[in-house]
């Protein structure tokens, strides 16, 4: 069973920082990509940033320049620094990967349980 643990959401005002982290335990062969996604009311899941286990990153165009995604393979975590934070980055926040787990060769995407990160203007 593999398990993706996030932390690090809360309320902010506009114009702060956040930083939410994310872990992934369990039996793990191997971790692809990681990133984090985000599902404001309303609205359809959406990318907002990916990280290869390489380190080439990927970011919507939204948060480029404000967040950073980053990456230990050796603890099978991954972390996003939010700054600047905008009152339209209020949305729940998700942890993905794209692994192949233990006694498996198929590669499939794992979520987190998401986490609110909520920005007041």
């Known amino acids: 069973q593999v398990q993706l643990v996030e932390s690090g959401g809360g309320l902010v005002q506009a114009g702060g920082s956040l930083r939410l982290s994310c872990a992934a335990s369990?039996?793990?062969?191997?971790?692809?990509?990681m990133g984090w996604y985000r599902q404001a009311p309303g609205k359809q899941r959406e990318l907002v940033t990916t990280i290869t286990s390489g380190g080439a990153t990927n970011y919507a165009d939204s948060v480029k320049g404000r967040f950073t995604i980053s990456r230990d393979n050796a603890k099978n975590t991954v972390n996003l620094q939010m700054n600047t934070l905008k009152p339209e980055d209020t949305a729940v926040y998700y942890c993905?990967?794209?692994?192949?787990?233990?006694?498996?060769?198929?590669?499939?995407?794992?979520w987190g349980q998401g986490t609110q990160v909520t920005v007041s203007s």
């Open positions: 369990g039996s793990i062969l191997r971790i692809y990509s």
């Open positions: 993905n990967a794209n692994l192949v787990r233990g006694g498996s060769i198929l590669r499939r995407d794992y």
